[in-house]
């Protein structure tokens, strides 16, 4: 639902050739607050983003709409379908490591 907005900002941070056409969702045990979030102009919205690392192999980008500074959901946007390429299923547990949204001016 959100890709139409969103989509082409990811697409060129992550540098993918095609962008996957869905979300992995995570829930947390407590609130998580996104670290120094980059705040992008989608369309005639604002977005926050961070990079998310997975198993110190996989990345894909954290996405949600301001002023929600913490929340236990976490959507992430990836080049390709995370759960599967991760092993997960639903309710599974995997650690996290979310990085500053700063590393995203590298790729704007």
Known sequence: ???PKIGTFITRALGCEELFQGSLNLYAPTPVTLPDPARVRCGAEDWLFVPVVFNERF???????????SLDFIEVFACQKLAP????????????????????????
């Open 1 to 3: 639902m959100h890709l």
């Open 59 to 69: 990345v894909g980008l954290a996405a949600r709409r301001p002023p929600r500074d």
């Open 85 to 108: 390429v991760l092993g997960l299923k639903d309710r599974d547990q995997i650690t996290v490591r979310l990085l500053s949204g700063k590393y995203l001016a590298l790729a704007a």
